[in-house]
């Protein structure tokens, strides 16, 4: 998973996702996950149909 | 090499100022306010005082960079931008309820660079520093180290518009029996910096605008 961005979350180790680059799950998306469960809750929102919003 | 600390610094200070200014309007700005994006998106004088102030002190401590906020506009440029959220989560401001944050960051060339995320009802800080780490108050802030999603705690959030929050509702309603729980706190930057202290093991919502995310993301 690529970084949208790095900032106060993503500084305390948080996977970040921002606007803009994760078209997956919605281009005006913000994500950001503990690195342990990132990659399932980022195919688990997909499957849940949050790209679609 | 560029050092982000002081600009860590100008944020948190004027942050706390308009932190006390907006709790000193509350009880007046909650009596009169208008609607932008729609009937439930609110804005407060103490919005709009909120923002005036941050831009009044930018200008004295930081003259010529140019300034984005929520209330007023403006646009990110080439070289340092601030950005503004003057209250994040105004509905709990409207309501009383105390999550809910004055945020400011400093962008170069569009990315962050520092910021502060000031909560006015308890006075608490959180703060980073591109390369310098997150903190609450200074203490070091850690993510939570959680690596099963059936255990996880999931924050989220609500556009505005009623068609796409019910899309999002259906969303929200298939992910609640893949996670532990989920919370719909009402304050962006505040969610996004109990991520940053394993308050929330994940954060996710739609529309944010850069006010939104520029200090806390």
Not at chain 1, 2 to 30: C, F, I, Q
Not at chain 2, 105 to 127: I, K
Not at chain 2, 138 to 143: D, F, M
Request: charged share 20%; proline share 4%; hydrophobic share 45%.
């Amino acid at each position: 998973m690529g970084l949208g961005g790095r900032w106060l979350t993503a500084a305390s180790g948080a996977v970040v996702r921002l606007p803009g680059s994760s078209p997956e799950l919605g281009e005006d998306a913000t994500f950001a996950a503990a690195p342990g469960i990132a990659d399932a809750l980022y195919s688990a929102l997909v499957e849940s149909g949050f790209g679609k919003v | 090499m560029f050092d982000p600390r002081p600009l860590v610094d100008i944020a948190t200070a004027i942050g706390r100022e308009a932190g006390a200014l907006v709790q000193r309007m509350r009880a007046s700005a909650v009596v009169s306010f208008d609607t932008k994006s729609t009937s439930t998106d609110v804005v407060t004088a103490a919005d709009r005082a909120s923002e005036q102030l941050v831009r009044t002190r930018l200008s004295e401590l930081r003259p010529g960079e140019p300034v984005l906020g929520e209330e007023e506009g403006g646009t990110v440029v080439e070289g340092l931008t601030w950005v503004v959220d003057p209250i994040d989560g105004t509905v709990n401001y409207l309501y009383g309820i105390p999550w809910y944050s004055v945020s400011i960051a400093a962008q170069l060339d569009g990315e962050s660079v520092a910021g502060a995320v000031v909560e006015p009802a308890t006075g608490r800080v959180w703060t980073a520093a591109r390369g310098y780490g997150a903190f609450l108050d200074g203490t070091p802030l850690h993510v939570s180290a959680t690596t099963d999603l059936s255990l996880s705690l999931l924050g989220y959030g609500f556009a505005y518009r009623p068609e796409r929050r019910q899309r999002q509702a259906d969303t929200w309603a298939a992910m609640a029996t893949r996670v532990r729980d989920l919370r719909r706190a009402g304050a962006a930057s505040l969610d996004l910096c109990s991520v940053a202290a394993g308050r929330l093991d994940a954060y996710a919502e739609h529309a944010l605008g850069r006010w939104d995310w520029a200090a806390g993301g």
